[in-house]
């Protein structure tokens, strides 16, 4: 079976106009994490899904979650991802937004591709587009966050379920879907993707402020830096005092004129509330709703160690 990579090579060989492919191949080649290509595998590996009809799957999901990358920078503005220039700095927003758009297309044909039960591939298909429809609705939220004063923690765990959790509920639920498993299976992998998202993603709020650079791969403060309302900062608004809060509220109302000053200033009253250790209960609650959601799966044990093993790792992951 081909890897990942090779796969890529081949979906996007001698593919033209130039300017429009060479950014899909771009980012698609960088390395980055494999997570999303990596729970569509583990799922079918666990009910013995056939290898060369799963690699379509889980290569349709990877180019959906860098097509959200492509569209977020440019909404985002990021220069760096991967410590790369971001396709529209390279090109520029217009070729990033058509490369982007082909993705989502590619995407479709790969998992056209497959081979087996025309229902379970239409099914594998509902999931892609709700998924696709879930993460945009998830981004538009978080942009409107962007001129809100505060938002509620509800609220935000909402925005990062479908922006986020989604995709990795999906990824397991379409493996699990190709390899043939049963209904209440099928739930379990979904429920273990949302709480799988929703824990990865507030470890990530959390290892902006808190991970070592160095093992981290950029600078930490990004999210303070760019006032962003993440579990982390919207935690401390809620266990600060008065005084907290309006130093918290000034310092996210603005653009810093010294970063280093003011992510000193933020973390300090993080500290102060003692928000690194609540985030991380809420991590280890996610992460026992995801055992929990495991032990729902019906496969062997030995065929369940390779996703607790993934899900108890990301309680203690630096980057």
Same mark, same amino acid.
């Given at each position: ?90 090109? +520029?927003? +217009? ?225």
């Amino acid at each position: 079976m081909n890897t990942i990579e090779q796969q890529f090579q081949e979906i996007l060989q001698n593919k033209e106009p130039k300017n429009l492919y060479d950014p899909i191949a771009y980012i698609l080649m960088q390395s980055g994490k494999r997570l999303r290509p990596k729970l569509v595998n583990i799922a079918a590996d666990m009910f013995n899904g056939d290898p060369e009809q799963v690699q379509h799957i889980a290569a349709a999901f990877e180019m959906l979650h860098n097509f959200t990358l492509i569209h977020d920078d440019i909404m985002d503005k990021a220069e760096m991802r991967r410590g790369l220039p971001t396709v529209y700095k390279k090109w +520029n927003s +217009n070729i990033a937004i058509l490369s982007g758009d082909t993705l989502v297309a590619i995407a479709l044909l790969e998992i056209l591709k497959v081979k087996g039960d025309p229902k379970t591939i239409i099914d594998i298909t509902d999931i892609f587009a709700r998924i696709g429809q879930e993460i945009c609705e998830g981004q538009q939220y978080d942009l409107d966050f962007e001129t809100m004063e505060t938002v509620p923690l509800e609220q935000y765990i909402e925005m990062i379920r479908l922006k986020t959790a989604v995709m990795f509920a999906g990824c397991l639920k379409s493996g699990g879907q190709i390899a043939g498993a049963d209904p209440e299976s099928l739930q379990a992998l979904y429920d273990l993707g949302i709480h799988l998202g929703l824990a990865f993603q507030l470890a990530d709020d959390l290892l902006d402020v808190y991970a070592d650079t160095e093992t981290f791969g950029k600078a930490v403060g990004g999210d303070i830096k760019d006032n962003k309302k993440t579990f982390v900062y919207l935690k401390a608004l809620e266990l600060a005092n008065e005084q907290q809060k309006q130093q918290l509220k000034q310092l996210f109302s603005e653009p810093a004129t010294d970063e280093k000053a003011k992510y000193n200033q933020v973390r300090a009253i993080f500290d102060a509330v003692n928000v690194r250790e609540v985030t991380e209960k809420e991590i280890a609650r996610y992460t026992q709703l995801c055992l929990e959601d495991i032990r729902r799966i019906h496969t062997d044990e030995d065929k369940k160690k390779e996703i607790t093993a993934l899900v108890q790792n990301l309680q203690s992951r630096e980057k």
